[in-house]
C-alpha cells in the first residue's frame, strides 16, 4: 500500500521558516516525480513546487518561487520543502503528492498533509 | 493556464445524473485534464486522467469527456456516497493547475 506521510508543519511567524518532509512506502520512491501540493483549510488546490526522480529538474508556482526549496533523498524515500521568508497567504494543509508520467502531471496518492499557519 | 468550474454548486438527489463543467483559459495540450474527488476531511482521490481515462477502482457511472478548452465529468446516476467536490486540473502545461470545485450536495 502506497503511503505518504508529511511532517514538519506549525504556527510561524511572517517571515520565518519551516521544512516539511514527507516519507514515502509502499512503492519504488525513485521511480516517481513528486510534488507538493497545498490547500488553505475550505479553500482549493494549488500545485506549489515538483521534483523529478532524479533531481536533475525542478519547478515551482510562481507565488513560491525564490522561497521554497524542494529537495529530496532516494536513500531515505524523502521528499522534502524548505520553506522561507513565510507569507500568511502560505497558511495551508501542505500535501505530499505522487505525480504520474511527470512530477507535475496528475497525482494518483496523495498524503493527509501538514498543517503550515502563517500568523503574528 | 485558469480552470473555471462551473457550477459553484450542483444541489442533485441520490439516482440523478451529474454534470459538472470545466474550462480552460487556453486549449489544454494532448487534452492532459484530470478530475479529483474529495469529501470532507479527506485527500483529493484521483478519479480520471487523460480527459476520459477512468483511474484504478473507480466505478463506472465516472466518465470523462472533451477537449481542447471544454472538458466535463458526468456522474450518471449519483450514489450517496458521491456527494463531495470535485475539481478539475490540467497537466498539459507546467505549471499545474487546478479549478476552483464544484460541490455536489444532496438536493
Known amino acids: 500500500e502506497v503511503q505518504l506521510v508529511e511532517s514538519g508543519g506549525g504556527v510561524i511567524r511572517p517571515g520565518g521558516s519551516l521544512r516539511l518532509s514527507c516519507v514515502a512506502s509502499?512503492?519504488?520512491?525513485?521511480?516517481?516525480?513528486m510534488s507538493w501540493v497545498r490547500q488553505a483549510p475550505g479553500k482549493g488546490l494549488e500545485w506549489v513546487s515538483g521534483i523529478n526522480w532524479n533531481s536533475g529538474s525542478v519547478r515551482y508556482a510562481d507565488s513560491v518561487r525564490g522561497r521554497f526549496t524542494v529537495s529530496r533523498d532516494n536513500v531515505k524515500k524523502s521528499l522534502h520543502l524548505q520553506m522561507n521568508s513565510l507569507r500568511v497567504e502560505d497558511t495551508a494543509f501542505y500535501h505530499c503528492?505522487?505525480?504520474?508520467?511527470?512530477?507535475?502531471?496528475?497525482?494518483?496518492?496523495w498524503g493527509q498533509g501538514t498543517l503550515v499557519t502563517v500568523s503574528s | 493556464i485558469v480552470l473555471t468550474q462551473s457550477p459553484g454548486t450542483l444541489s442533485l438527489s441520490p439516482g440523478e445524473r451529474a454534470t459538472l463543467s470545466c474550462r480552460a483559459s487556453?486549449?489544454?495540450?494532448?487534452?492532459?485534464v484530470a478530475w479529483y474527488q474529495q469529501k470532507p476531511g479527506q485527500t483529493p482521490r484521483l478519479l480520471i486522467s487523460?480527459?476520459?481515462t477512468r483511474a484504478t477502482g473507480i466505478p463506472d457511472r465516472f466518465s470523462g469527456s472533451g477537449s481542447g478548452t471544454d472538458f466535463t465529468l458526468t456522474i450518471s446516476r449519483l450514489g450517496p456516497e458521491d456527494f463531495a467536490v470535485y475539481y478539475c486540473?490540467?497537466?498539459?502545461?507546467?505549471?499545474?493547475?487546478f479549478g476552483g470545485g464544484t460541490k455536489v450536495e444532496i438536493k
Open positions: 509502499g512503492f519504488n520512491f525513485d521511480d516517481y516525480g
Open positions: 486540473q490540467q497537466y498539459g502545461s507546467s505549471p499545474p493547475t
Open positions: 487523460g480527459a476520459s
Open positions: 487556453h486549449s489544454i495540450m494532448n487534452n492532459y
Open positions: 503528492v505522487r505525480g504520474i508520467s511527470g512530477y507535475d502531471h496528475y497525482f494518483d496518492n
